[in-house]
């Protein structure tokens, strides 16, 4: 059974900060890639942000030194340290993992979480 556990999700005011964490199982946790998405209302979902297996990182521009991405290899956790949220962030957040050596394969994803930005 393949599972992407999150939580952490909540209202935030603008400014502030939440941290999301995802654990998983089911999965050789060493060999995906692992990330973030979300999806807004009335939007397509995108990419936040992920990291590979060797700790190298992308992000969207959109949230580009205001979030952090990290892993725990100990732990099989991925997490997302979300810093002076705006209205904008507002969306469904999603764990997502990719096999690194079969980016054909489907990835995986979690339930999603709702993360909302509002005074």
């Known amino acids: 059974q393949v599972q992407l556990v999150e939580s952490g999700g909540g209202l935030v005011q603008p400014g502030g900060s939440l941290n999301l964490s995802c654990t998983t199982s089911?999965?050789?946790?060493?060999?995906?890639?692992m990330g973030w998405y979300r999806q807004a209302p009335g939007k397509q979902r995108e990419m936040v942000a992920t990291i590979t297996f060797r700790d190298h990182v992308a992000y969207s521009d959109s949230v580009k030194g205001r979030f952090t991405v990290s892993r725990d290899s100990a732990k099989h956790t991925v997490s997302l340290q979300m810093n002076s949220l705006e209205a904008e962030d507002t969306a469904v957040y999603y764990c997502?993992?990719?096999?690194?050596?079969?980016?054909?394969?489907?990835?995986?994803w979690g339930q999603g979480t709702q993360v909302t930005v509002s005074s």
């Open positions: 997502y993992a990719e096999h690194a050596f079969a980016p054909s394969q489907p990835p995986y």
């Open positions: 089911g999965i050789t946790f060493i060999r995906y890639t």
